[in-house]
């Protein structure tokens, strides 16, 4: 039975004095791939963001692999083998692609070659010498993603990846997400595109004001389906 590579219990975050999560509690296991679903503002990206330090405020139990993470600095987090790709991707823009790639460090033994992200992105060996501002949404997507495997992280908090990318974009990436999977990384993915999620998620956790409020787990998926709208109103 596979061990937990990321434990939460009674979360709360703050944005200054602003209170946003209130008591988040779940648990994935090693290789597990689950969501963080709900409406824009209900603390998704939030929880992200906290479990890796980046909110002004945190308390509760954040455990990566078994660390306790509540007092840690962020880069200590990263090096857990933590590897967060933001909504706003965050590439060097006057980087170009391989530059990109070669700039993080290497944070945990494993991390994936050029070879490797090349065979897993064809679009970023056809630009890896173009600068980030002359890729597409969905390259700088891409890109973003690839960066964090180079690290040699095995937990990878995904953040909203399809928004606004084109439906053959949004295939390509979830081919990518089911192929990390399937090499057993283990992926937190808040995202608001359900068709996009349903098919690649073990579970599901729905996200309202600051709080877990339903668990459903992928053969639960059609059951729930009501119960599902209603929260997302998908």
């Not at 909110?55 to 509760?60: E, V």
């Not at 495997?149 to 390509?172: S, W």
């Not at 090499?183 to 608001?192: A, C, K, P, Y």
Request: aromatic share 6%; proline share 3%.
């Amino acid at each position: 039975m596979s061990g937990l590579a990321l434990e939460i219990q009674n979360l709360e975050s703050w944005y200054g004095e602003s209170h946003i999560l209130h008591g988040v509690n779940f648990a994935v296991k090693e290789g597990e791939l689950v969501t963080l679903l709900g409406r824009n503002g209900a603390g998704r990206s939030t929880i992200l963001k906290t479990i890796l330090g980046l909110t002004s405020k945190r308390a509760g139990s954040i455990k990566v692999l078994g660390n306790e993470t509540i007092h840690l600095p962020s880069y200590q987090i990263a090096r857990l083998g933590v590897g967060y790709c933001p909504e706003e991707r965050g590439i060097f823009a006057s980087l170009s692609t391989e530059e990109n790639l070669l700039l993080l460090p290497e944070i945990a033994p494993g991390g994936m070659g050029l070879d490797d992200i090349y065979a897993m992105f064809p679009n970023l060996y056809e630009r890896r010498h173009s600068p980030g501002t002359r890729l597409s949404g969905g390259e700088q997507q891409m890109l973003a993603m690839a960066r964090i495997l180079r690290t040699g992280a095995k937990l990878l908090l995904l953040d909203e990846i399809t928004e606004g990318l084109a439906p053959v974009i949004v295939q390509k990436l979830g081919e990518v997400v089911a192929g990390l999977r399937d090499r057993g990384f283990t992926i937190v993915l808040v995202e608001q595109n359900f068709r996009f999620a349903a098919p690649l998620a073990d579970r599901h956790y729905v996200v309202e004001h600051g709080r877990v409020v339903e668990v459903v787990n992928r053969s639960e998926l059609a059951d729930k389906a009501t119960l599902l709208n209603e929260y997302l109103g998908v």
